[in-house]
C-alpha cells in the first residue's frame, strides 16, 4: 500500500492564477480530509468528502476555495484566482470506511503540497 | 469551540533524560485526543492514541480530564526522537481533527 499520495509536491503560482491539489487517498480508503498549514502554524481542517459527498466544509474560506471527490480519479481541492496568503502546506489525509477497534477512523496523511504564491 | 493548546514551540533534551511534551485541551464533550509526529523530511504519521492505552517507542499520554490535558512523555529520550510532535483532538461527534501548533522536540547526544 502507497500511502497516501499527494500532487504536485510543490507548486509556484501568481496571484491570480488558479491552483489545483490532487489527492489520491490509500487503497480502500473511502473519506478524505484537508487540512492547511500556514507558517508557523498547526494545521487547520478545511473540508471532509466521501466519494461524490461534501460531509463537512466548515473550514473551507467561502469564496476561491472548492473541492471534490469524484467516484473516480483523486480528491482534488481547487483554488481560483490565488493570492499570497494561500501560500501555505496543503496536507490529505484518508481513512477507511469502517471504523476500527474503539470506534475511530484513524486518519493517515498524505506527504503534503506546498503552494506558493509570488 | 475545541482548542488545542501546546505551550511550547521548542524542547531540547539531552539524551537520556526524561521529556514531556505538553498538551492541553479545551472541549465541553467528551474527546478523543491523538499524538502524530513528523520526522524530518517525512510525512505526519500517527503516534498514539488515548483510547487505545498503547506506548509506541517508549511513548505513553494519560487523559486527564480534570486538567484537561494529554501530555506525551518518554523516561528515556532518544536522538531519533528528535521531531516535531502534534496533539490532535476530535469531537465525540464528527470527524475533523483540530491540531495544535505542534512542538518541536530536539535530542542532543
Known amino acids: 500500500n502507497a500511502g497516501v499520495m499527494q500532487n504536485p509536491r510543490h507548486l509556484v503560482r501568481r496571484r491570480g492564477q488558479e491552483a489545483r491539489l490532487r489527492c489520491s487517498p490509500m487503497k480502500g480508503h473511502s473519506h478524505v480530509y484537508w487540512y492547511r498549514q500556514l507558517p508557523e502554524e498547526g494545521l487547520k481542517f478545511m473540508v471532509y468528502?466521501?466519494?461524490?459527498?461534501?460531509?463537512?466544509e466548515s473550514g473551507m474560506p467561502k469564496e476561491r476555495f472548492s473541492a471534490e471527490f469524484p467516484k473516480e480519479g483523486p480528491s482534488i481541492l481547487r483554488i481560483q484566482q490565488v493570492v499570497r496568503g494561500d501560500s501555505a502546506a496543503y496536507f490529505c489525509?484518508?481513512?477507511?470506511?469502517?471504523?476500527?477497534?474503539?470506534?475511530?477512523?484513524?486518519?493517515?496523511f498524505g506527504p503534503g503540497t506546498r503552494l506558493l504564491v509570488l | 469551540a475545541q482548542r488545542v493548546t501546546q505551550p511550547e514551540k521548542l524542547l531540547s533534551v539531552f539524551k537520556g533524560a526524561p521529556v514531556e511534551l505538553k498538551c492541553n485541551y479545551s472541549?465541553?464533550?467528551?474527546?478523543?485526543l491523538f499524538w502524530y509526529v513528523q520526522y524530518s523530511r517525512q510525512r505526519l504519521q500517527l503516534l498514539l492514541r488515548?483510547?487505545s492505552r498503547e506506548s509506541i517507542k517508549g511513548f505513553t499520554a494519560d487523559l486527564n480530564k480534570g486538567e484537561t490535558s494529554f501530555h506525551l512523555k518518554k523516561p528515556f529520550a532518544q536522538e531519533e526522537d528528535s521531531a516535531m510532535y502534534y496533539c490532535a483532538l476530535k469531537e465525540t461527534s464528527g470527524s475533523r481533527l483540530t491540531f495544535g501548533e505542534g512542538t518541536q522536540l530536539t535530542v542532543n547526544p
Open positions: 489525509a484518508s481513512s477507511p470506511r469502517e471504523a476500527a477497534l474503539g470506534g475511530t477512523r484513524t486518519q493517515y
Open positions: 472541549y465541553s464533550g467528551s474527546p478523543e
Open positions: 468528502l466521501q466519494k461524490e459527498n461534501i460531509i463537512d
Open positions: 488515548h483510547i
